[in-house]
């Protein structure tokens, strides 16, 4: 007998564990916090990766709002922003729910990579996230509009 379904509709999983948020301690999160090292920080990005395909749809307004007040380009909490932006924002909704997806950050994201000329630290992982966010959505997003923008901005920076 099958536990586990593939399809979205059968498993939805926080993005945020209750008993990481600040003001909220436990043994476990001081467990963790302990045996964080490079192995088991590996592991937890693996498993994050796999499993934002069953975040609910309202997973990248939380994120947005949890993570958009630490995006300076001038400070060093960018880095930590677009880092957690790259590894939890999920980028495989259905085209209905386009809309409570990449479209809520994907001009924004685009205009300030654009617009940064001194190749930060973050940069690639907002690159990597861009990659992601085109293969997942093949067909689905008309890359013509940003191709002048875009166009200058790799050269730039080659």
């Given at each position: 007998?099958?536990?586990?379904?593939?399809?979205?509709?059968?498993?939805g999983?926080?993005?945020?564990?209750?008993?990481?948020?600040?003001?909220?301690?436990?043994?476990k999160?001081?467990?963790?916090?302990?045996?964080?090292?490079?192995?088991?920080?590996?592991?937890?990005?693996?498993?994050?990766?796999?499993?934002?395909?069953?975040?609910?749809?309202?997973?990248?307004?939380?994120?947005?709002?949890?993570?958009?007040?630490?995006?300076?380009?001038?400070d060093?909490?960018?880095?930590?922003?677009?880092?957690?932006?790259?590894?939890?924002?999920?980028?495989?909704?259905p085209?209905?729910c386009?809309?409570?997806?990449?479209?809520?950050?994907?001009?924004?994201?685009?205009g300030?990579?654009?617009?940064?000329?001194?190749?930060?630290?973050?940069?690639?992982?907002?690159?990597?996230?861009?990659?992601?966010?085109?293969?997942?959505?093949?067909?689905?997003?008309?890359?013509?509009?940003?191709?002048?923008?875009?166009?200058?901005?790799?050269?730039?920076?080659?």
């Amino acid at each position: 007998e099958r536990i586990l379904y593939s399809k979205t509709e059968h498993l939805g999983l926080n993005w945020f564990p209750n008993s990481c948020r600040p003001g909220l301690s436990s043994p476990k999160t001081f467990v963790l916090n302990v045996l964080h090292r490079c192995s088991v920080e590996s592991v937890l990005k693996t498993l994050v990766k796999n499993c934002r395909l069953y975040f609910p749809e309202s997973a990248t307004a939380e994120m947005l709002d949890e993570w958009r007040p630490l995006m300076c380009p001038f400070d060093v909490t960018m880095q930590k922003a677009i880092t957690y932006f790259e590894l939890f924002l999920p980028t495989t909704l259905p085209p209905e729910c386009h809309h409570k997806g990449f479209k809520l950050w994907f001009d924004e994201f685009l205009g300030l990579w654009v617009s940064v000329q001194n190749l930060p630290q973050w940069e690639g992982h907002l690159v990597n996230l861009f990659a992601r966010l085109a293969t997942d959505n093949i067909g689905y997003i008309n890359w013509d509009p940003y191709i002048p923008k875009v166009s200058p901005a790799v050269w730039e920076k080659v």
